[in-house]
């Protein structure tokens, strides 16, 4: 079944296609029900982000995971995407938030200093009470704004570009650093990102995962970075899995990489031994 997006409501009902109906239907239910009980079946994982100006690891992306209840790993642009079809995003974004913000905060308590990014959706930076969510949340585990990022698409701020724009820029001023995901595959315009708000583009991995094998994927990106730059705005790439695809990025002046090459997707206490490993090493 096709799944299209209605006023909040759950329209995947195309084609008459039952049981995928259904399974949706069901898989909502528990997520939410993960959601309620928060019993360890929903988790966040951290993915590092290295600076290559300075050589530190000092940024890491937040991505959610989710066993469900037959043991199995569910992918989450599948239920993200239903999630957002649902109305559930709105509570579990706050859930994400909510986690970040305690990691933020055991980390720090451990001397670890990261900037955390979560992914957003449209509904999340649209809710009236987004912004006071974010800074009770914030306020509650005495985490500073700015060491938190988040990450939009382009089409996450197209849905309803200017009141999005209005609530980054109130957000900004608060501190929180915001970032365009997934740049490039979009249908923006340069004159658009021109207006946006942000500090950060993060390229999108389908440039860079075979960067070193490809002459065009490398125009695209240099001439991204190169772009980002003259906007004042960092550059990250994600999805980088090698040494030689690190090395162009490095040639081109990216400023941040993330990807497989560096770090897989880890829990947070992971991610604090994985760090002490790491700058023993470098
Ligand atoms: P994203 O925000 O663009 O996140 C980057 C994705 O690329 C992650 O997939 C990450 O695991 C993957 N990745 C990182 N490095 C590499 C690499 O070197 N090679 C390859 N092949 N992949 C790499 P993941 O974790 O499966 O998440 C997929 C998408 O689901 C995310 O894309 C984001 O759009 C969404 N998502 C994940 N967590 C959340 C969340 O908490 N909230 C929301 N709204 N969306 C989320
Ligand atoms: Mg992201
Ligand atoms: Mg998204
Ligand atoms: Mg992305």
Redesign the pocket.
């Known amino acids: 079944a096709n799944a299209v997006k209605s006023n909040n409501t759950l329209q995947f009902y195309q084609n008459g296609d039952d049981e995928a109906y259904l399974y949706k239907l069901n898989l909502i239910e528990e997520l939410k029900l993960a959601l309620e009980q928060d019993s360890g079946n929903l988790f966040l994982t951290y993915?590092p982000k290295l600076n290559l100006k300075t050589k530190q690891v000092d940024k890491a992306?937040?991505?959610?995971r989710w066993v469900d209840k037959n043991n199995e790993f569910v992918n989450?642009?599948m239920f993200?995407a239903l999630a957002e079809q649902s109305g559930l995003?709105v509570t579990l974004?706050q859930w994400?938030i909510r986690q970040a913000a305690h990691q933020i905060q055991i980390w720090n308590q451990q001397g670890l200093y990261f900037n955390v990014s979560?992914?957003?959706?449209a509904q999340d930076i649209q809710h009236e009470q987004f912004v006071h969510f974010l800074l009770e949340t914030t306020t509650h585990y005495c985490v500073d704004p700015s060491s938190i990022i988040l990450?939009l698409t382009e089409r996450d701020i197209a849905e309803n570009e200017a009141l999005v724009i209005a609530k980054l820029t109130h957000l900004k001023s608060l501190g929180f650093e915001i970032s365009v995901?997934?740049y490039g595959i979009g249908q923006s315009s340069l004159a658009k990102l021109k207006n946006l708000p942000v500090d950060e583009l993060k390229i999108d991995?389908c440039f860079i995962?075979k960067l070193n094998e490809s002459s065009q994927d490398q125009d695209i990106v240099e001439s991204t970075i190169t772009l980002g730059h003259k906007l004042g705005l960092r550059v990250v790439a994600?999805?980088?899995?090698n040494q030689p695809s690190l090395d162009l990025l490095t040639q081109f002046n990216c400023d941040y990489i993330?990807?497989?090459?560096l770090a897989k997707?880890q829990k947070g206490e992971q991610l604090s031994e994985w760090y002490a490993h790491y700058v023993k090493n470098h």
Not at 118 to 121: E, G, I
Not at 238 to 241: A, D, F, M, P, R
Not at 258 to 261: A, F, I, N, S, W
Request: charged fraction near 30%; aromatic fraction near 6%; avoid cysteine.
């Open positions: 993915q992306e937040a991505l959610i989450p642009e993200i995003i974004t994400v979560v992914n957003l959706s990450e995901d997934d991995k995962l994600e999805g980088v899995e993330q990807g497989y090459y997707p």
